[in-house]
């Protein structure tokens, strides 16, 4: 089995603004796994706040030993690399491999039946007239996932809902609000029906929502990376967002989907943005999910080929020839 990486860059259609960051491009890393002479693909990107980059992950990738990789498979890949981004591309590609050397390819290999899913559509952080008008300008798309720093949420929150009152809301604080917000927030996240708040502590200053109670659900990103980090959330979170990239590829991601039906949590399954390469495995784990927000195609100017067909927030399973 040989491994080779290549580095890729995406553009943006526009500034793509968290509380945390303006991103105008993304840096990612393709996997090939070939054996026999079928190839498995996938898209990488790591986890940008942990300091992964391109580089650190073609480096760590690059050290595995020859030996280890020839003889790879979903075990191995799990005690090789940690969580993260090198493990990600390593085992999404293992995953197409086997998928692409299995009649009836990834239902079969998982057991889980691919169908078309709604995303959610990112707003990006702005004033409040610019996201009720960006809100507006997208009627189709029905579900919004809503960028909202500590800076007058509620006010962004209002003129959105009053823009849209049929869509469907999530907030995404990335770990900016203050404790205080948090709790002065509740009633009228619930009074303009936010279906999930994302995230609205850091991680690791969040024990102060054990056994909150809170008006919305809650939704843990950043502060559960992998299935490592489960028990230590479940008393404060009520949904964990699953990404690919933060725990390491579709192996784990099974697991703490797993986890979280069996625990009776919502679940999230979402991107640190890419291309469609990147959100085909993520499909797998969404079927079911209560919020998907893979929409990261939708953010860029180009894609690979073949692409993944969104139509009006609509994803289709993915063909073949792209992934699984």
Not at 31 to 57: F, I, K, N, P, W
Not at 71 to 83: D, F, I, K, S
Not at 113 to 124: D, E, F, K, V
Request: negative net charge; contains cysteine.
């Amino acid at each position: 089995m040989k491994l080779t990486l290549t580095p890729q860059r995406w553009d943006m259609v526009a500034p793509f603004v968290t509380a945390g960051e303006t991103v105008h491009h993304i840096d990612v890393l393709h996997a090939v796994l070939e054996h026999e002479g079928c190839q498995g693909r996938a898209e990488t990107m790591g986890v940008d706040y942990l300091g992964e980059t391109v580089e650190s992950l073609q480096a760590e990738l690059s050290a595995l030993d020859p030996a280890a990789i020839a003889q790879l498979n979903r075990q191995t890949v799990q005690a090789l690399l940690p969580p993260g981004g090198s493990r990600n591309g390593l085992d999404c590609a293992l995953w197409d491999l086997q998928a692409k050397q299995t009649a009836g390819g990834i239902s079969a290999l998982t057991g889980i039946t691919m169908a078309p899913l709604h995303t959610l559509y990112t707003l990006s952080l702005d004033d409040p007239d610019a996201m009720a008008r960006r809100a507006h300008e997208v009627p189709d798309l029905k579900r919004l996932k809503l960028k909202l720093s500590a800076q007058a949420p509620l006010d962004c929150l209002q003129a959105i809902r009053e823009a849209r009152p049929d869509a469907q809301l999530v907030i995404d604080a990335n770990g900016s609000w203050t404790p205080e917000l948090v709790m002065a927030a509740g009633d009228s996240l619930a009074r303009y029906e936010v279906a999930l708040l994302e995230q609205p502590l850091s991680a690791g200053q969040d024990d102060v929502l054990e056994k909150l109670g809170y008006p919305v659900p809650l939704c843990a990103d950043e502060s559960c990376q992998s299935s490592a980090d489960l028990e230590a959330l479940a008393d404060r979170y009520d949904a964990i967002n699953i990404k690919l990239d933060k725990c390491g590829g579709l192996t784990d991601a099974l697991v703490i989907r797993e986890w979280c039906q069996q625990n009776e949590k919502l679940i999230m399954v979402g991107n640190m943005l890419g291309s469609s390469m990147a959100m085909a495995p993520a499909l797998v784990v969404a079927q079911g999910a209560d919020f998907v927000d893979l929409d990261g195609p939708m953010w860029q100017q180009s894609d690979v080929e073949p692409s993944l067909e969104i139509d009006r927030g609509c994803i289709q399973p993915p063909h073949s020839h792209l992934w699984g």
